[in-house]
């Protein structure tokens, strides 16, 4: 089984809907991280958490909320879906440890409409 | 520059190597990565190379860091199909939580 699992895999919307994309672990981390990857532009930190209701903006926030309840558990949120939201989302965890790897969901494609 | 850069392309033949550039923005940054993004599929960590240290080698990979240049390069000896992907590079700037990714370069290995 994956250790970082992402659902839906695969998401189509419309403008204005609220939308809530879910990640999950296995790894026993404690820091998670949502990032967006749009063509040429690489991935950009929306939020990250370092520990149960611990939450923390990214770059570029705006537009997001997240909620983490649980260590396992960190969730996305579009409050009002807008198509500059179509991208590429990756759910990422790491531990404490200096180097700080990151190990990353397999993404879920969203689409507004 | 306020972004980590790299080109966004590169094609390579098989069996050629692969080489592959980035400039990243700190040059207190701690930790530098090589990430690798198959179609479909998430980021995995290729390789890491401290600030410390100029290179290292791992089978196939070396990582060449220049931090006065603040230059990081990826080589891949005797490239294969199965190298074909996205490759990004990422810094953990100093006293930054998170890490900071640059566009990514798309490897395409020619047959």
């Given at each position: 089984?994956?250790?970082?699992?992402?659902?839906?895999?695969?998401?189509?919307?419309?403008?204005?809907?609220?939308?809530?994309?879910?990640?999950?672990?296995?790894?026993?981390?404690?820091?998670?991280?949502?990032?967006?990857q749009?063509?040429?532009?690489?991935?950009?930190?929306?939020?990250?958490?370092?520990?149960?209701?611990?939450?923390?903006?990214?770059?570029?926030?705006?537009?997001?909320?997240?909620?983490?309840?649980a260590?396992?558990?960190?969730?996305?949120?579009?409050?009002?879906?807008?198509?500059?939201?179509t991208?590429?989302?990756?759910?990422a965890?790491?531990?404490?440890?200096?180097?700080?790897?990151?190990?990353?969901?397999?993404?879920?494609?969203?689409?507004?409409? | 520059?306020?972004?980590?850069?790299?080109?966004?392309?590169?094609?390579?033949?098989?069996?050629?190597?692969?080489?592959?550039n980035?400039t990243?923005?700190?040059?207190?940054?701690?930790?530098?990565?090589?990430?690798?993004?198959?179609?479909?599929?998430?980021?995995?960590?290729?390789?890491?190379?401290?600030?410390?240290?100029?290179?290292?080698?791992?089978q196939?990979?070396?990582?060449?860091?220049?931090?006065?240049?603040?230059?990081?390069?990826?080589?891949?000896?005797?490239?294969?199909?199965?190298?074909?992907a996205?490759?990004?590079?990422?810094?953990?700037?100093?006293?930054?939580?998170n890490?900071?990714?640059?566009?990514g370069?798309?490897?395409?290995?020619?047959?």
């Amino acid at each position: 089984d994956a250790d970082v699992t992402q659902t839906p895999r695969n998401r189509i919307t419309k403008t204005g809907k609220r939308i809530m994309l879910e990640c999950s672990q296995t790894k026993g981390h404690d820091r998670m991280y949502w990032y967006r990857q749009d063509p040429g532009l690489g991935l950009r930190l929306i939020y990250y958490s370092f520990d149960v209701k611990d939450i923390n903006k990214g770059e570029i926030s705006d537009g997001y909320s997240v909620s983490r309840q649980a260590q396992a558990k960190f969730s996305l949120s579009l409050e009002s879906a807008i198509p500059n939201q179509t991208a590429l989302y990756f759910c990422a965890t790491s531990d404490q440890q200096g180097r700080n790897e990151q190990f990353f969901g397999p993404g879920t494609r969203l689409t507004v409409l | 520059g306020e972004d980590v850069e790299q080109s966004l392309f590169l094609s390579v033949r098989e069996g050629d190597s692969s080489v592959i550039n980035c400039t990243y923005t700190d040059s207190s940054s701690t930790y530098l990565y090589w990430y690798k993004q198959e179609p479909g599929a998430g980021l995995q960590l290729l390789t890491y190379i401290f600030s410390n240290m100029d290179m290292k080698q791992d089978q196939r990979l070396t990582v060449l860091l220049n931090k006065k240049d603040k230059h990081l390069s990826l080589r891949i000896a005797d490239t294969q199909t199965g190298d074909s992907a996205i490759y990004f590079c990422a810094e953990r700037k100093t006293g930054a939580n998170n890490l900071f990714f640059g566009t990514g370069t798309r490897l395409t290995v020619i047959p």
